[in-house]
Every structure is written in structure tokens, then in C-alpha cells.
């Protein structure tokens, strides 16, 4: 029964690419909640469900809640599906206290609202984590778009139609659903997940030594998790002596404002980010004999 209903392949034309001409303005914080139904999956591929999760399904017992909440600040959407008896109110009021299906984030790239031929909320983004996966597996890095029909703002919305489809995976279809949402977007600020994914860079300048001045250069990559740590793989030439693939466990910290701080063993540079995490410039700031600069680019 399940393949039969998810025989409808994504169609990678659904992602949402909305022409500057159309953005009109952007959403504040929402929260949207539906009941999901089987009907409404488009995949070229099976998902893994659990049997007694299918069978509830297919008996009518039980039912998928998906939520999507959207930090208008961070430029993060939470998706969280749970498992709830069937009838339960949307949205559920604790849905802490329900069974967790799947659940991740997507660090929002653009977000818009348009008014034709209906008001309508757009999001585009990537998933930036997934610490339970979903029945097509884990997406981390997969593109995902969010359309939203409303008919009006406020604390209490029915929504509706709705489309969430993760490229190149799967596509979720449905005709309503029930929650929040202001107009009002939040000013943007920057959290640990804005900094995420594969960065190349370089860094050049010179090191004090007790002699004067050494040359300095480096270049490499470093793939960030969005939780407040990196790895840094990178090689050089220090006054002509090279070194080669290096290593570096490091941790960052960073502020509302898009500025960090990187810090390994005693050493430590400060950065800042694009509000769109895509570069970064980067400055030596311990120890005090490292003077050197550089910048960096999301890959």
C-alpha cells in the first residue's frame, strides 16, 4: 500500500525560486502545524517505517503532526514530526510530551511573502542538521523549500494549502493546517547555526620573532557543525618552511551581531560572518605576535 502511494516522483521544478520582483516582504515568527497523511507523500523511493507505526496509520489509530516553527531572527525553521492519536487538537498543545518521528533544522536563505494569486509564505534553505532522520534518511545538506497558503496574520491561523519538498528525496502535500504567524520579522541576529558546512579560506600576513618580522601564509578548509565546533585542515609557509595538512579541533563563539571568536590550545582569531553564512573575514588576535588576516567562503 505504502509504494503505491508514494509512486509520484519530487518534481525538482516545485523548489521555490522567487524572483527579486515578487519578493515583496519577508515573514516575522510562525508556527505551523498539520495532520500529515499518507496520500500526500511524492518520493521516487520507499521510506522506512516502523510496522507498528504503518499499521496505526493505515487502521486510523493514530496520526503524524508535523511542525514547522520559523525563528525569523536566526533565519532558522525547526521541523519536528510526533506521533499523536487520531483527533488530536492542531496545533497539540505539548508536543514534548508526544513520540518524536523525525526532527531538523534549515538555516533559512530566502524568505519571502507574496500576495498573488494568493497570500502566500515562501522559505528556501538547506538542512543543517537532523538528529533523527527522517524515513527517507538523513537530509543534512538537502535543499528544502516550504510553501504556505494564509488567509490572514495573527494568534490563530488556518493555513493552507502546504508543501515542504526536500531535494532531491521527497515532497510533502497538504490541503490545511493551524498555528500563528506575524508579519513582523524580527531584526536578524546570528547564532551558532549561521556559521555551518564547508568553508574554504586564507590567511596571510607575518609573525613578530625575536629577530623582526616573518612572512606568514596559509590557505585550507574547515567544516563547521553549527553546535560551536570545526575542524581545520589547512597548509602553509612559515618564513620557508612549509607545513602540510594540519589538523586543528577548534571551538567558536558567536555573538547576535555575526561576530566570533575561533580559539585552539592558547590561540584565538576573531571573525565576521555575512548575515547569509556564506564568507567570512578573519583577523589574528592571540597571541599578539601573529599578525594576520584572510577571509573565508562557504563551499
Not at 492542531?90 to 534549515?106: E, T
Not at 515562501?122 to 537532523?130: F, K, Q, R
Request: with cysteine; charged share 10%.
Amino acid at each position: 500500500m505504502f509504494n503505491r502511494l508514494i509512486s509520484v516522483p519530487v518534481l525538482s521544478a516545485m523548489a521555490i525560486i522567487v524572483p527579486l520582483s515578487a519578493q515583496q516582504n519577508a515573514p516575522g515568527d510562525f508556527l505551523v502545524e498539520r495532520v500529515f497523511g499518507l496520500k500526500g507523500v511524492m518520493a521516487a523511493t520507499a521510506p522506512t517505517v516502523p510496522d507498528a507505526v504503518l499499521a496505526g496509520l493505515q487502521s486510523g489509530a493514530i496520526e503524524i503532526h508535523q511542525r514547522f516553527t520559523y525563528n525569523s531572527a536566526q533565519r532558522t525553521m525547526e521541523q519536528l514530526a510526533f506521533i499523536l492519536p487520531v483527533g488530536a487538537p492542531v496545533p497539540f498543545p505539548d508536543a514534548s510530551s508526544a513520540p518524536v518521528a523525525d526532527h531538523y533544522i534549515v538555516q533559512i536563505e530566502s524568505a519571502s511573502i507574496v500576495s498573488t494569486p494568493r497570500p502566500s509564505l515562501i522559505l528556501a534553505g538547506h538542512a543543517i542538521s537532523n538528529d533523527r532522520p527522517t524515513p527517507f534518511g538523513d537530509i543534512t545538506g538537502a535543499g528544502v523549500t516550504l510553501t504556505v497558503g494564509y488567509p490572514v496574520a495573527g494568534a490563530s491561523v488556518q493555513f493552507g494549502p502546504i508543501l515542504e519538498s526536500v531535494s532531491p528525496l521527497y515532497g510533502l502535500y497538504s490541503d490545511s493546517g493551524a498555528g500563528s504567524l506575524s508579519l513582523n520579522p524580527s531584526p536578524q541576529k546570528c547564532g551558532l547555526s549561521a556559521l555551518n558546512g564547508q568553508y574554504i579560506f586564507q590567511l596571510g600576513g607575518s609573525i613578530q620573532s625575536w629577530n623582526g618580522f616573518t612572512p606568514y601564509a596559509e590557505s585550507g578548509s574547515f567544516i563547521a557543525d553549527g553546535k560551536g565546533n570545526l575542524t581545520i585542515l589547512d597548509s602553509g609557509n612559515l618564513s620557508g618552511a612549509a607545513f602540510v595538512n594540519r589538523t586543528i579541533p577548534t571551538t567558536y563563539v558567536m555573538n547576535d551581531n555575526c561576530t566570533g571568536t575561533f580559539s585552539w590550545g592558547s590561540n584565538s582569531m576573531d571573525f565576521q560572518l555575512s548575515r547569509d553564512g556564506k564568507s567570512l573575514y578573519m583577523a589574528f588576535t592571540k597571541p599578539s605576535a601573529v599578525i594576520a588576516n584572510g577571509s573565508g567562503l562557504r563551499q
